[in-house]
């Protein structure tokens, strides 16, 4: 696609349910990233693929989050178990390779959890 | 671990005034670093890209320098517009988790 595209673009749920948030990279990039930011502060790194590994996930918060890209094109986000805490904006970025890549940013996924 | 500091955190000038953001990181061993903005309510927008082995580089009225051995990079805005009013945010690229900083909100009157 042109850009990097994410679905839903408004995610409103109730506490304790489970929530997956997509993302569709720029064709041809290899590297994604998820991020979240939360009101007033820079984008917090989560998880970081290549290709359809998960290279660094040392940025999820805790067991509830995880994230899969099993043809290392699109990627889903999953919550379990949503907490109120967890409201917040989820980006996705994707850039061609990691070494020298530029980062490209979706429009977001923004969450908010009753 | 990365560390990112950017000062101002937040400024406020007058149309046509030029400017610059400061952008700190405490790991040198970097691939690139990026600059962006970010308008409310939206994601972020690519600004500006500088490899390792660059100093500078160009966009417009946009200027980024990189200095990796000091851990320091600058965006250099001139003739600065309200249209410029928005968060910047700069993205050191490296081996490490990638962390961005707190952001310098930008605030241009007209």
């Known amino acids: 696609g042109a850009g990097v595209s994410q679905t839903p673009s408004n995610k409103v749920t109730e506490k304790g349910k489970y929530v997956e948030l997509r993302c569709d990279p720029i064709?041809?990039?290899?590297?994604l990233y998820w991020y979240r930011q939360s009101l007033g502060q820079g984008p917090e790194f989560l998880i970081y693929?290549?290709?359809?590994?998960?290279?660094?996930d040392s940025g999820l918060p805790n067991d509830r989050f995880f994230a899969v890209r099993p043809e290392g094109s699109v990627s889903t986000l999953k919550i379990q178990r949503t907490e109120r805490g967890d409201s917040a904006v989820y980006l996705c970025?994707?850039?061609?390779?990691?070494?020298?890549?530029?980062?490209?940013f979706g429009e977001g996924s923004r969450l908010t959890v009753l | 671990k990365q560390e990112v500091t950017q000062i101002p955190a937040a400024l406020s000038v007058p149309e046509g005034e030029n400017l610059v953001l400061n952008c700190s990181f405490t790991?040198?061993?970097?691939?690139?670093l990026q600059w962006f903005r970010q308008d409310p309510g939206k994601g972020l927008t690519s600004l500006l890209l500088?490899?390792?082995?660059?100093r500078e580089q160009t966009s417009g009225r946009l200027n980024a320098s990189l200095d990796k051995s000091s851990g320091r990079s600058t965006l250099y805005i001139a003739a600065s517009q309200p249209g410029d009013s928005a968060t910047y945010l700069c993205l050191p690229g490296g081996y490490q988790k990638v962390t961005f900083g707190t952001g310098t909100k930008l605030q241009v009157i007209p």
């Open positions: 500088i490899q390792s082995s660059q």
């Open positions: 970025a994707s850039s061609l390779t990691r070494a020298t890549g530029e980062l490209f």
């Open positions: 693929f290549q290709g359809t590994g998960a290279a660094d």
């Open positions: 064709s041809g990039h290899t590297a």
């Open positions: 790991d040198s061993a970097i691939y690139n």
